[in-house]
């Protein structure tokens, strides 16, 4: 990475823990202007920090990057192709690019593309990989792609490790399988440590 884009870097990662906006735009300001150099760590750096907030800006400094080998750039550019704007064809070599280069959140939306297309045993592999490979969503993936084959012993140990990383969505599926037990204790265990439950709950 540049010395600019670890410089902004580090201001990005003070605004998230809590710093102030103008962190933010400093960081995004700094990137810019390197950018405008043809620094393309600095390209990858700025449309992951768009990323949530504008997907099409975003896009605009992931693909040049990308294709300079950027591997964070192709990951994200590769998900959001497939979450965002549904292309799953294009989004295809851009993950499998980043994963053959060892990046775990490609291998994890490789695994959510596959479970998407019923191909359960390949999302299995690719879940698995993308947990190796550190993926901080992996156990919570490959947990609930389990939980719907019904293979609930499984999906249990897997939504065990999601819910020590204080995964919402694995305490609630845990709380409904204790609740499936008729372990009601057990599952207002996991419900109470929801902040806002209804969001989990399916409409009655």
């Known amino acids: ?43 990858a750096l700025l449309g992951e920090m768009l990323f949530d907030d504008d997907q099409n800006t975003a896009i605009d400094f992931l693909e040049p990057a990308a294709e300079s080998g950027n591997v964070r750039a192709m990951a994200l550019l590769g998900l959001t192709l497939f979450d965002d704007y549904e292309e799953p064809e294009e989004a295809l070599p ?27 045993g390949t999302a299995k592999t690719w879940f698995l990989a993308g947990i190796e490979a550190g993926a901080e969503d992996g156990e919570i993936c490959l947990g609930l792609v389990l939980l719907e084959q019904d293979k609930v012993e499984e999906a249990e140990g897997w939504l065990l490790k999601a819910a020590d990383k204080e995964d919402d969505s694995a305490k609630a599926a845990l709380g409904n399988i204790c609740a499936d037990r008729n372990e009601l204790d057990k599952a207002r265990y996991w419900w109470d440590q929801i902040e806002n439950l209804d969001d989990y709950l399916e409409p009655s």
């Open 1 to 43: 990475m540049s010395e600019t884009s670890d410089q902004a870097s580090e201001l990005y990662r003070e605004y998230q823990e809590g710093g102030p906006d103008r962190l933010f735009e400093q960081a995004k300001s700094m990137l810019r202007t390197a950018v405008n150099a043809d620094d393309m760590d600095a390209a």
């Open 94 to 120: 851009w993950l499998e690019a980043a994963a053959d280069l060892g990046n775990a959140d490609a291998m994890v939306t490789l695994g959510n593309m596959a479970a998407d297309n019923d191909q359960m």
